[in-house]
């Protein structure tokens, strides 16, 4: 999954509670499957806050 935080619903207030802050500077980060699965496990452990990416939708024409 390649997150575009440009493109997060929950950008602004919510990006500083989101585990993308914590895996690094990248503008689009990459991440398989394992990925989010590791992190998830980290977050449900109170280990790094949760993954709070929420792409928006597009927009029916």
Known sequence: MIIDCHQCQARGLGCG???VTHIGEQEYPDLDPAEIRA?????NAGMIP???Y???LARAS
């Open 17 to 19: 509670n989101c585990a």
């Open 39 to 43: 992190l998830t496990v980290l977050a």
């Open 50 to 52: 949760p993954l709070r």
């Open 54 to 56: 929420a792409p928006r």
